[in-house]
């Protein structure tokens, strides 16, 4: 499983960011997927989930009506579109994967969206 995340950096306050993450070594078309991210000094925080086809998606709290997640299931690819920026949204992104190659290696709170990997991250700095 390799997941390759990219697009972050530099955002200005209240700007946009589009993070894309590619993926290969598993079949992505059939796989969940979603965004993770850890903020500086705390722990993983779970982001976003996107089911195998795109059809239904869901978001933490602090995402709800700011991010955006897709894929694109012919380029093997997953985005998460981030407006409206804040301070906070810094933190190093993760692509995370649902593969069924062996059991869960991180839940969100309550368990409802696992993942049994994730990709190197791309930094977000928002200032």
């Known amino acids: 499983v390799q997941l390759v995340e990219s697009g972050g950096g530099l955002a200005q306050l209240g700007r946009s960011v589009t993070l894309s993450c590619t993926a290969q070594?598993?079949?992505?078309?059939?796989?969940?997927m979603g965004w993770l991210r850890q903020p500086p000094g705390k722990a993983m925080e779970w982001v976003s989930d996107?089911?195998?086809?795109?059809?239904?998606?869901d978001y933490e709290t602090f995402a709800k009506g700011r991010f955006t997640i897709s894929r694109d299931n012919v380029k093997n690819t997953l985005y998460l579109q981030m407006n409206f920026l804040k301070p906070e949204d810094t933190a190093v992104y993760y692509c995370a994967a649902k593969t069924t190659r062996r059991p869960p290696q991180w839940c969100s709170r309550g368990g409802l969206y696992c993942y049994t990997d994730w990709g190197q991250g791309t930094q977000v700095t928002v200032s």
């Open positions: 070594g598993f079949t992505f078309r059939t796989t969940p």
């Open positions: 996107i089911s195998a086809s795109g059809a239904t998606a």
